[in-house]
């Protein structure tokens, strides 16, 4: 009894101690105009610890992120778009003041 209760105890913090729960974010990158937003959305996304890789497609307009869903939210991805002057909400992220290529 008491080995099954160790052998429990220990393969859940095994488990806890390797699990980093990988977890994948699409993110809508709306209003990319120009070829220096996904790269400004891209480097500002892998700032933020706990994210393992990021692609911005700028075809699709979409920012797949990569992360560790135990150090990083969704929303703090979004975050870090808007610290980087991309203004953005969740679940989408738009940058809007990119450049004045709109007229
Ligand atoms: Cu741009």
Redesign the pocket.
């Known amino acids: 009894m008491r080995s099954i209760l160790f052998a429990a105890t220990a393969s859940l913090l095994a488990l806890a101690a390797s699990a980093a729960t990988p977890k994948t974010a699409v993110l809508d990158v709306q209003n ?3 070829g ?2 996904p790269v400004t959305v891209k480097k500002a996304l892998e700032k933020v610890p706990g994210v393992a890789a990021v692609k911005v497609d700028f075809e699709t307009k979409t920012a797949t992120v990569s992360f560790d869903s135990e150090k990083v939210a969704a929303t703090q991805l979004v975050k870090a778009t808007t610290d980087a002057g991309s203004p953005s909400t969740a679940p989408k992220v738009t940058m809007n003041d ?2 004045p290529a709109t007229t």
Do not use: E, K, S
């Open positions: 990319m105009t120009c220096l937003c990119c450049d």
